[in-house]
């Protein structure tokens, strides 16, 4: 009898800790669900299109030095599109900077910016990004079509635009990346390919 | 018809404790919980401020009375009550075709669209309500009753908000996958 009320205790404490995992887990879940729900940079329709050439620009850095935009040259090119009036563009500073310094080595990051310089130094100066490659002008925003910020562009080492689009957050920043790797146009193009993918070739056979 | 006390006393303390979990929701957040009210468009707007201060107080009374035993089956059938009206309301907008109003059922961060699964949600806890209400086998209780009535109801309500959590999550999922 001794036996059998340890060994029901024991289960109801076990079972207990089970019921406990399985509502960490749905509450896990639910977190996922919440973070990721707007899937991926959403990318507008107009403009440069990804997968071709990205026009050629080139302006001058905050220090007047030359930057080149859409050349072939030896590492990718990230383009961060801003403004010091945007709350969302200086939330994401963090998360740029962090892909920056983790892909140093084949990433160049650039900020392109417009607008009222002392409003610039106050934004560099909050965020140290004094050694960062920062461009204040509107010629590179014209020729890539940017309507809204904040915006990021992904160009490769050839020269070809690899992805683009409005970011919001570090997971829509890292979907440029993962869409790089996917050779598709926006994750959304990625996403809706998978479950039609049936679809098509049912069309194509009638 | 008896049952043994522990199911009886297991099912009113699940029930007082996921009431005053329901009430101390509608406590903090009462300007939500009256958004939400009036989302039902059940009562007249005049009434929908004051309705929504009593509902958590009759939580909390239910909740208490619960685990008195003296008042326990009044208790019970008024929790009862009070959650086949929650049904009813569900049901009443599921039927107006207002599926997209926040259920309001759960905590802050588990809005979660109307929809039939919420009544049998809501009906099982009817049935733990009217098992809590049923008259229990005279018997004494001794200290591994206790334990037990306590574990059983522990388990149930982690399993409860994991359930909870499921139904939360579903219509996610179902968004994120395209459908």
């Keep these: 009898m001794e036996g059998l009320i340890v060994s029901n205790v024991l289960l109801w404490i076990l079972l207990a800790a089970v019921a406990f995992a399985v509502m960490g887990l749905v509450r896990q879940i639910g977190v996922l669900h919440g973070r990721l729900a707007p899937a991926g940079a959403l990318m507008m329709d107009k403009g440069v299109a990804v997968n071709e050439a990205a026009p050629q620009v080139t302006a001058s850095d905050r220090n007047g030095r030359p930057v080149n935009f859409g050349y072939a040259g030896e590492k990718n090119q990230l383009l961060f599109f801003l403004s010091p009036t945007c709350p969302i563009c200086k939330s994401l500073l963090p998360a740029i900077k962090s892909i920056a310094k983790e892909q140093a080595d084949r990433l160049d990051v650039v900020f392109i910016s417009d607008g009222d310089m002392d409003a610039q130094q106050k934004l560099i100066r909050e965020h140290k990004l004094e050694d960062a490659t920062y461009v204040v002008g509107p010629e590179v925003g014209m020729t890539y079509q940017i309507g809204k910020l904040p915006y990021a562009a992904l160009i490769d080492k050839t020269g070809t635009l690899r992805a683009k689009g409005l970011v919001n957050s570090r997971e829509h920043l890292d979907s440029l990346f993962e869409v790089e790797h996917l050779k598709k146009a926006t994750l959304q193009e990625y996403l809706n390919s998978q479950p039609h993918a049936h679809d098509h070739s049912h069309g194509h056979s009638h | ?179």
């Design chain 2, 1 to 179: 018809m008896h049952f043994d006390p522990i199911f009886i006393i297991a099912s009113a303390l699940t029930l007082a404790v996921l009431l005053a979990s329901a009430a101390t929701h509608k406590v903090r957040a009462p300007a939500r919980f009256a958004k939400q009210l009036a989302d039902y468009q059940l009562l007249p707007q005049a009434l929908v401020r004051p309705v929504a201060r009593v509902i958590p107080a009759v939580e909390l009374v239910i909740a208490f009375a619960l685990l008195v035993p003296v008042s326990r089956y009044w208790a019970a059938l008024a929790a009862a009550g009070l959650i086949a009206l929650y049904a009813t309301a569900i049901g009443i907008n599921l039927w107006r075709g207002r599926r997209d109003i926040d259920c309001g059922c759960a905590g802050p961060d588990q809005a979660q669209p109307l929809r039939p699964i919420l009544l049998l949600r809501n009906s099982v806890l009817v049935t733990v309500a009217l098992l809590a209400s049923v008259s229990p086998l005279a018997r004494d209780l001794g200290f591994f009753d206790g334990f037990v009535t306590v574990a059983a109801s522990a388990v149930a309500l982690l399993l409860y908000a994991a359930a909870d959590g499921l139904l939360a999550n579903s219509p996610l999922l179902l968004k994120l996958i395209g459908r």
